[in-house]
């Protein structure tokens, strides 16, 4: 069996920044330290930031309760109210939020503070999302499929201002917005925010997906930008598979013989897809 593991796979920028600033505030030895929210979605890294001490805080009633310690914004990015409540707390903040997600928060800020509705399109209750969303000032209207894009209905002389889940398929959002640019005709000002290397991970993953004749797909469960990648291959591959260990790797499902081609979220770990690329040579 012969080996195709794409260039793209495993983590990005933004999530190796996040991770890299919770180690060094462990390495630092500051106590005690806390994510709002898992810092990225993986469970294997989440659970090993645990077993160094790393507490996470799911809700702002938790973070509410805390009195002292280091609480670290996830990469996805979380509301401005939540800074708010940190900052309140007396609390030290650590901002790990992508810059990608930033410049998304500093642009809905701007074109809702001078009156613009925002649609955004990705999937409502994504935690980026939410984010996102916690940073508009006015009217916020979510869009996630085609029938959503249809039924959506503008109030007449509004200004719109279009953006985009950093992580959502970039086809897909094209296809959405030219939906709703025809039922819509006031100002609209589209900004596409699908991140550069969600696009190449996403472009690179379809080619290879098309030459293999096995296509594995290696993240986590909560992980927005792998379940789409395992969209993608899935049309190009039948046979395409998604794994979030190597203990959900069965080697018996693929060809003795011929190609197999490896991809991975951004969430995910180099030394997982490099196990993972062993262990279908073996």
């Not at 201002?161 to 897909?172: D, R």
């Not at 018996?252 to 013989?257: A, D, E, F, W």
């Amino acid at each position: 069996m012969k080996v195709i593991v794409a260039k793209t796979a495993g983590f990005c920028f933004g999530v190796r920044r996040a991770v890299d600033e919770v180690r060094q505030q462990i390495c630092e030895g500051k106590k005690p330290i806390y994510t709002y929210g898992p810092i990225i979605h993986n469970e294997e890294v989440v659970r090993e930031l645990a077993d160094q001490g790393v507490q996470i805080v799911d809700s702002e009633e938790e973070l509410a309760q805390l009195r002292e310690g280091t609480v670290i914004i996830r990469s996805h990015g979380v509301a401005k109210h939540v800074y708010e409540t940190v900052e309140r707390q007396g609390l030290v903040l650590v901002d790990a939020t992508c810059p990608f997600v930033k410049k998304i928060h500093r642009i809905v800020d701007r074109y809702s503070s001078e009156g613009a509705d925002i649609i955004i399109i990705g999937n409502d209750g994504h935690p980026e999302v939410e984010g996102i969303k916690g940073w508009c000032r006015g009217r916020v209207t979510v869009i996630g499929n085609e029938e959503e894009a249809r039924n959506y209905t503008g109030i007449e002389g509004k200004k719109l201002c279009i953006v985009s889940q950093t992580t959502f398929n970039y086809k897909k959002f094209d296809k959405l917005v030219e939906i709703i640019s025809k039922v819509r005709y006031d100002k609209v000002d589209i900004l596409n925010t699908v991140c550069s290397a969600t696009e190449e991970r996403q472009s690179e993953a379809r080619e290879i997906a098309r030459k293999v004749d096995s296509m594995i797909v290696i993240g986590g469960s909560h992980s927005s930008n792998t379940r789409k990648l395992f969209e993608i291959c899935s049309k190009e591959c039948a046979n395409t598979y998604y794994i979030q260990t190597l203990k959900d790797l069965d080697i018996r499902r693929l060809p003795s013989r011929g190609w197999v081609g490896i991809t991975a979220g951004a969430s995910t770990p180099n030394n997982l897809i490099e196990e993972v690329s062993k262990q279908c040579q073996i």
